[in-house]
T-cell receptor, first 114, second 108 residues
């Protein structure tokens, strides 16, 4: 199993540009999570899906952030327009079964907005 | 929502000694508590977890204890080794909410 696959690994963009982060969960996992990690705020849950349906998006910071999961093998997190304070490492994770199991994290996308 | 407090933020121990990291949570409905290890520049990886119907769980040199009444749980690492140096995160709210992390430093 290739694990959770995220792309790109690194993204540098200018303020105001649209950014799209991508995630492929582990096959058969029915939960998918997006987290943001910064030194100041640690690991923050942004949104999570169960069977492709968004369950809780209360962590999405503002309307500039959106996430989709069009099918069981793909999810995107979009930021439009991006701002310097969005700079962080964005992790995608997936989990199987009831969801009350440890997550498998992807390698993360390091986003820098200049 | 759930609030998870983790202490200490930094812990330095001599190689071979034990390390203990503690977390408290606020939501009494939480019943799943994982711990993750994150090495510098890498992804968090699950190292051990515990469910609310169990008070303690061990896996070789690591163990986790849970006190549901007091709403706290702890990670114990015995016979620490240099490769144990990393940031450790606890999580509650069925694994959704993470603590701020503990930077564990193993001194040779």
């Amino acid at each position: 199993d290739a694990g959770v696959i995220q792309s790109p690994r690194h993204e540098v963009t200018e303020m105001g540009q649209e950014v799209t982060l991508r995630c492929k969960p582990i096959s058969g996992h029915d939960y998918l999570f997006w987290y943001r990690q910064t030194m100041m705020r640690g690991l923050e849950l942004l949104i999570y899906f169960n069977n492709n349906v968004p369950i809780d998006d209360s962590g999405m910071p503002e309307d500039r952030f959106s996430a989709k999961m069009p099918n069981a093998s793909f999810s995107t997190l979009k930021i439009q327009p991006s701002e310097p304070r969005d700079s962080a490492v964005y992790f995608c994770a997936s989990s199987g079964g009831t969801g009350k199991r440890g997550y498998t994290f992807g390698s993360g996308t390091r986003l820098t907005v200049v | 929502g759930e609030n998870v407090e983790q202490h200490p933020s930094t812990l330095s121990v001599q190689e071979g000694d034990s390390a203990v990291i503690k977390c408290t949570y606020s939501d009494s409905a939480s019943n799943y508590f994982p711990w993750y290890k994150q090495e510098l520049g890498k992804r968090p990886q699950l190292i051990i977890d515990i469910r609310s119907n169990v008070g303690e769980k061990k896996d070789q040199r690591i163990a986790v204890t849970l006190n549901k009444t007091a709403k706290h749980f702890s990670l114990h690492i015995t016979e620490t080794q240099p490769e144990d140096s990393a940031v450790y995160f606890c999580a509650a709210a069925d694994g959704l909410t993470f603590g701020k992390g503990t930077h564990l430093i193993i001194q040779p």
